[in-house]
């Protein structure tokens, strides 16, 4: 079945920590790779996203994310949080040609202490 | 601001008592989809609609049901609501250019259903 695993539920840091989120997916096939990010009391907003080329892509806010391919992984990464950073951060995957759909992680709810 | 709107933000239903979830877009998207997250798990896709074309997932239950009527609504119907239905909903909407297009989807803010 095709799954989608972040590894840690809960992260808390101080802030200028350097912060890396896991997310393994199990899919043989070719996908699309997103990170959400979700702020207190807001909607769900897309953080980056790979589909092709360039493994080492670059979101909003200071955020990248390096696709693996032989580990099958996306992890998120920063090299400095900030207070603004709390938030639940869901890595996403979507599978090609499943019209679109989306598998996502439980999630990672960061907590950064200013 | 072009957005993806859900209505309401906050519903309370009685069990086996049928309520509507509401999902309007003004970004002209020609996918919508519909997620359930219950707490602490990951949004769980139930159903979309690629134009007019409705795709149930294999593990939907019968008991949700989903119309749209134009571009720019799509419904959450559950028939007989039970308490393992209360959950958030989630509405989100793509442009897609057919099978294994690059699509980003975008989500609105999500309907906290409360099943009593």
């Known amino acids: 079945a095709q799954s989608v695993s972040q590894h840690n539920h809960h992260v808390i840091l101080s802030e200028a920590a350097s912060l890396e989120l896991g997310c393994n997916y199990s899919?043989?096939?070719?996908?699309?790779l997103f990170w959400y990010v979700q702020y207190p009391g807001q909607h769900l907003q897309l953080l980056l996203k790979y589909f092709s080329g360039d493994p080492l892509v670059k979101g909003i806010k200071g955020f990248e994310a390096e696709f693996i391919k032989s580990k099958f992984s996306f992890n998120l990464r920063k090299p400095s949080v900030q207070w603004s950073d709390t938030a639940e951060y869901f890595c996403a995957v979507g599978p090609y040609n499943q019209g679109g759909k989306l598998i996502f992680g439980q999630g990672t709810e960061l907590s950064v202490k200013p | 601001d072009a957005m993806v709107i859900q209505n309401p933000r906050y519903q309370v239903t009685q069990f086996g008592k049928p309520v509507t979830l509401s999902c309007s877009q003004t970004l002209n998207h020609n996918v919508m989809y519909w997620y359930q997250q219950k707490s602490s798990q990951a949004p769980k896709l139930l159903f979309h609609?690629?134009?007019?074309?409705?795709?149930n997932e294999a593990d939907t239950p019968d008991n949700f049901q989903s119309r749209r009527p134009n571009t720019s609504f799509c419904f959450l119907d559950i028939r007989s609501p039970g308490l393992g239905d209360a959950a958030m909903y989630l509405c989100?909407?793509?442009?897609?250019?057919?099978?294994?297009?690059?699509?980003?989807?975008?989500f609105g803010p999500g309907t906290r259903l409360t099943v009593l």
């Open positions: 609609y690629y134009d007019k074309d409705f795709n």
């Open positions: 899919y043989g096939g070719t996908v699309n």
């Open positions: 989100a909407t793509s442009v897609s250019r057919g099978q294994g297009a690059r699509d980003t989807q975008y």
